[in-house]
């Protein structure tokens, strides 16, 4: 082994059998500081030579001490040496299948080690701590409380390695960690949208982890969502030939648009994928970014990947996306947030600005959490959970391996929870249907007559308010029965909406593809009572067209 | 504005971050494009985390009104200055009403008031003391000034046992503005010898193609230019034929629409070019909500507003030196002239405009019978620096 430090006049006597050490520098534990975890050299932002130099950049760690160091190499500047200090069980757990080497005084690890096992990192003075402490860029985020000064150390023997193995390449199967680990982080800034829908969040990480070769399966226990928002074929081919044009871009060598789109059509073309739905899309898209045509508004309405994808490639990193909210592009809060999930994973967590990390704590317990659910593992299991409602949110949990890695509130359901509890509070049992995530209550009328009521939910549009839409259909339009719909008839209707006794309309539903009875209430302001007349209302007044008009009780 | 996170610094630049001490002057020395300003701002938060009181002063007046609203925008207590005004309020702190000496109006006497201080002439020594202070464009200010600092910091008068004031200096020589009145690197540290000395040269401002067309026009010394990142992506800079004016300038606004989160600045040869294209811009921008302004050089900086999103800054050619926007538009390339025996002027002429680019860069021109002279000037399509969409 070769000599690497000088610690000339150092005299080592600390000791912790426990524990082991391995010796870096400051600028290395900043890309450690800006990830969450100590890799080996190859996956490393901005590696310079330290102690790994000498294991093919596997990271050395020695036991109970540190070696007596005559030679010094690699570049290493004492004043700005860093000896960080793990339990030793704690890097066997993580190492596990790859340890490289390992004798009594030294093992040698070729893995991700989160850096919230770390005992303690220490630094070479007081100054030298509170220097690097002040001068980190904000997306190093830290906590001074793991730093000390270096003490004593005890010296341990250097001793023959014996038998070693080789150093397996982890650098792309560590950057994908980092690369989903971002998508994921960008993810938490979802409190802010409002979402009303969540349920493609699932099929954007199963689709993103079967890209990279993991066998990813949603778990039958999972929490039920509603599948509005399913990814088509042609999206879902799109986003597997864009997910590693995305793991492999350095942000700081730059990259554009027309860049990942050639890569993009160049892949599809490769593969003989391309469709000629996704040829139109890729030549929409490319006259879009040439400022040939004006950029759409990307809300919520067709196909969401397909748009995100565009709103990606036209504000290309999240401070841009998070700037398109009050742009011209106008994006919905589904396609917002698939594109920063685009945006994050492009990042990585390493390069990650700090509003997307967290405290230092939170995020490392992530980082941590994230090499559990990943790490060594060829499948991966997520679950879906719901977290009890509280008065103003119901939280679904996303944990991969069994490991929670993210929190998204869903505004709308929990407008649904209170309507649910406020006709509860006057003894009434609604039903939920959660494909739909509505309500549904049937009542029984006079004459044996029935009539059914959704609860749907009304977009946000700011204010505070929840607003909630009661439907009851009356005339059935799909397919050819809209021809029912003569001139005559809208007129009737519209008459009927005239009328002083109606406390709702009617209106064409096209969801339903039904003409209702509709009325749109502020939860906020509803008393249990007074939403029980108004449900009522609904139903008796769809139910009195059925009745009066078609002869019929069909709903 | 925001301070770069660490991937958007180059390694040279997190070595100054990192590394460059505080206890004793600094200088970092980098070409047009380095991102020097930045670090200025970067080393200022540093100091303001230490504690330290912090003056940032410089030569132009364009930039101390771009680096004051940076300084506001980043919630920094750091006070921006110009060069004169720091001096001179400096010197009567310590002096009161006796004047700093001058070879001529605004223009002190550093050697003579080296002589009072040395002499301890100074009334009140003690308040003549600073924290740190930062000189951007170091390369604009007489080199007898960095002696001055130095005769300053070392006097025990003015110290008074505390520690001397700090001093970070970001300079070029390439860029000095007068052929008389300023200091090469070599003079600063002659002056400043125990100053340690970093150096940036990595492109900061453009992107890779922006930069390689850049390069592509320089024709002054190896140093002055900064260098091309390798790898680096970008979009290709491009050249258009369009019909009319009209619609080279609807290009700027539907490019703007587009990315209405960006600047753009649109770079004309002269001000008939200018008041032409502003009447029609005017129209264009007005229909979908954005606003045009006219800069020349003398438009008074504290009118110009560089912040405020969907804004298109129409500017001279003459002008644009110190400026940079997002998506730069060089249009009416008919109404440039050259010849064989100015071909280097208006290729310095080039780089300038250029350089102001910092992602987007449109060469256009319209409403011509032949195609414009300067064409032949710019890189052939084999070349594959420019994109050719004519």
């Known amino acids: 082994m070769e000599n690497i430090i000088d610690v000339n006049g150092l005299q080592f006597s600390h000791s912790n059998d426990r524990c082991c050490y391995f010796i ?52 290493f500047d004492k004043k700005r040496m860093v000896v960080v ?63 000390k000064v270096l003490p004593n150390l005890r010296i341990i023997e250097e001793e023959a390695l014996g038998e070693t193995k080789k150093v397996e390449d982890i650098a792309l199967k560590v950057s994908f960690i980092d690369s989903f680990g971002g998508g994921l982080r960008a993810l938490n800034q979802l409190t802010s949208l409002s979402l009303e829908n969540v349920s493609y969040i699932s099929d954007l990480f199963l689709v993103c982890l079967e890209n990279f070769g993991y066998k990813a399966l949603c778990s039958p226990l999972s929490y039920r969502l509603g599948c509005k928002t399913e990814i088509t074929a042609s999206a879902k081919c799109i986003i597997h030939r864009l997910f590693p044009i995305l793991q492999g871009i350095k942000i700081e060598e730059g990259y554009d648009q027309f860049y990942i789109l050639e890569r993009l059509e160049a892949s599809l073309k490769e593969e003989g994928n391309l469709s000629s739905e996704v040829a139109e899309w890729l030549v929409y898209v490319k006259r879009v970014l040439d400022t040939d045509i004006e950029v759409p508004i990307l809300s919520d309405d067709g196909d969401l990947f397909k748009r995100a994808i565009l709103l990606f490639l036209l504000r290309p990193n999240l401070s841009r996306l998070k700037g398109s909210v009050n742009s011209s592009i ?155 719909l003569t001139k005559n008839v809208a007129v009737d209707f519209l008459k009927r909406n005239s009328s002083d006794s109606m406390l709702c309309s009617f209106a064409f539903n096209d969801k339903r593809q039904a003409i209702v009875a509709q009325s749109l209430q502020v939860v906020n302001i509803l008393s249990g009572d007074d939403f029980m007349i108004l449900l009522k209302h609904v139903a008796v007044i769809a139910d009195e067209y059925e009745r009066d008009i078609l002869g019929k009780d069909y709903f | 504005m925001r301070l770069p996170r660490r991937s958007e610094l180059s390694d040279q630049q997190e070595d100054f971050l990192m590394e460059a001490p505080f206890d004793r002057p600094v200088l970092c020395v980098g070409p047009p494009g380095t991102g020097k300003t930045v670090l200025a701002l970067y080393r200022g938060a540093l100091l303001n985390k230490k504690g330290d009181s912090v003056d940032l002063i410089m030569h132009s007046k364009l930039l101390n009104r771009y680096v004051e609203r940076s300084i506001e925008e980043l919630d920094m207590d750091i006070g921006s200055k110009t060069w004169h005004s720091w001096v001179y309020s400096l010197w009567g702190k310590g002096n009161g009403r006796s004047k700093l000496p001058e070879l001529e109006q605004f223009l002190p006497d550093f050697m003579k008031a080296v002589g009072m201080v040395i002499a301890e002439k100074l009334v009140k020594p003690e308040s003549m003391y600073w924290d740190h202070l930062i000189v951007d464009e170091g390369q604009d200010f007489p080199k007898e000034f960095y002696l001055f600092l130095t005769v300053l910091r070392k006097q025990e008068k003015i110290v008074l046992g505390r520690l001397p004031p700090g001093i970070t200096i970001f300079a070029d020589e390439n860029q000095r503005m007068e052929e008389t009145r300023n200091s090469t690197i070599r003079e600063i540290l002659s002056y400043m010898p125990e100053a340690a000395k970093y150096e940036v040269t990595a492109n900061y401002r453009n992107s890779g193609p922006i930069a390689k067309l850049a390069s592509f026009f320089y024709v002054g010394m190896s140093t002055g230019i900064p260098d091309t990142p390798k790898n680096v992506h970008g979009l290709m800079p491009q050249i258009r034929r369009f019909d009319s004016l009209k619609e ?143």
């Not at chain 1, 310079?48 to 010094?72: H, N, T, V």
């Not at chain 1, 850096?115 to 003075?125: A, E, F, K, M, R």
């Not at chain 1, 995020?363 to 977290?387: C, D, Q, R």
């Not at chain 2, 800069?295 to 003459?318: E, L, Q």
């Open chain 1, 24 to 75: 870096t520098s400051q600028r290395n534990l900043m890309s450690f500081l800006g990830a969450g975890m100590i890799v080996p050299a190859s996956s490393q932002f901005r590696y310079k030579e330290d102690s790994r130099q000498c294991f093919e950049g596997a990271i050395p760690f020695w036991k109970g001490g540190i070696p007596a160091l005559k030679e010094s190499g690699g570049g």
């Open chain 2, 248 to 390: 080279e300038l609807q290009s700027v606004v539907n490019w703007l629409h587009n990315n209405d989160d960006l600047s753009v600045g649109i770079i004309v040869p002269n001000r008939k070019v200018q008041t032409n294209i502003i009447s029609i811009i005017n129209a264009l921008a007005a229909k979908i909500g954005l606003k045009v302004q006219k800069y020349s050089s003398g438009t008074d900086a504290n009118t110009i507003d560089f912040y405020t999103n969907r804004t298109i800054t129409v500017v001279c050619d003459k002008s644009c030196k110190g400026l940079e926007f997002d998506g730069v538009f060089i249009p009416q390339l008919q109404c440039y002239k050259t010849d064989g025996a100015n071909e280097d002027f208006f290729k310095m002429k080039m780089y300038v405009m250029v350089s102001r680019a910092r992602s987007y860069l449109q060469f256009s021109y319209s409403e011509c019978s032949e195609k414009p002279q300067v064409l032949k000037m710019l890189p052939t399509p084999e070349q594959e620096i420019i994109k050719w969409r004519i």
């Open chain 1, 330 to 484: 106008s994006p919905g809060p589904i396609v917002l947030s698939i594109a920063t999930f685009f945006a994050g994973y492009t990042d990585g967590l390493c390069r990650l600005e700090t509003e997307y990390k967290g405290y230092y704590e939170e995020f490392n317990k992530f980082t941590k959490s994230l090499i559990g659910s990943l790490w060594n593992l060829s499948e991966v299991t997520m679950n879906i959970s719901g977290l009890p409602p509280s008065d103003t949110s119901l939280s679904l949990v996303y944990e991969l391996n069994q490991q929670a890695l993210l929190q998204v509130p869903v505004q709308k359901i929990i407008i649904l929870e209170r309507v649910l509890e406020l006709a509860k509070s006057v003894g009434c049992e609604l039903s939920y249907n959660n494909d739909m995530q509505e309500l549904l209550y049937r009542f029984n009328l006079e004459g044996e007559r029935h009539q059914i009521v959704y609860i749907e939910m009304m977009n946000l549009q700011g204010g505070g308010l929840d607003v909630i839409k009661l439907v009851s259909p009356c005339l059935n339009l799909s397919g050819s029965k809209l021809k029912a």
């Open chain 1, 85 to 147: 200090e793990y339990y030793i069980d704690d890097i066997k757990r993580y190492a596990d299948n790859f340890i490289v080497a390992d004798n009594t005084s030294l093992m040698i690890v070729n893995a991700p080690i989160p850096l919230l096992n770390v005992v303690t990192v220490y630094l070479d003075s007081d100054d030298e701590i509170t220097d690097f402490v002040m001068r980190l860029p904000s997306d190093v985020i830290v906590d001074p409380k793991f730093f």
